[in-house]
């Protein structure tokens, strides 16, 4: 059965970085685009950013954009999310999730699109 595993998840100080990771296992994600999505509490999931399986097109939110970078590992079955000048704001469960049979070079930004979930990483950005 395939899953995905976050980790990464922190407390840090605002201006902090963090570096989230997620590993897919069960299967082959040769062909899985992936995404990174977040919750904060009392507000719905949001988008963060999204890679595409070739790993060389990327997409990220207005509020994450320069400040966060989504990349692959080589062996594509892993995603990493590097956050950099962290915000209070930024404080959420971070979610990766996987789009199984994704087009080559396409990056999926809606949640509905996304067909595997992993459990989320807690991150907190201190004042």
């Known amino acids: 059965q395939e899953q995905l595993v976050e980790s990464g998840g922190a407390l840090v100080q605002a201006g902090g970085s963090l570096r989230l990771s997620c590993a897919a296992s069960?299967?082959?994600?040769?062909?899985?685009?992936m995404g990174w999505f977040r919750q904060a509490p009392g507000k719905e999931r949001e988008f963060v950013a999204a890679i595409n399986w070739g790993g060389r097109n990327t997409d990220y939110s207005d509020s994450v954009k320069g400040r966060f970078t989504i990349s692959r590992g080589d062996a594509k079955n892993t995603v990493h999310l590097q956050m950099n000048s962290l915000k209070p704001e930024d404080t959420a469960v971070y979610y990766c999730?996987?789009?199984?049979?994704?087009?080559?070079?396409?990056?999926?930004?809606?949640?509905?699109?996304?067909?595997?979930w992993g459990q989320g990483t807690q991150v907190t950005v201190s004042s």
């Open positions: 069960g299967r082959t994600f040769l062909n899985y685009a």
């Open positions: 999730a996987a789009k199984s049979d994704a087009y080559l070079s396409r990056v999926y930004s809606r949640g509905s699109e996304y067909d595997l």
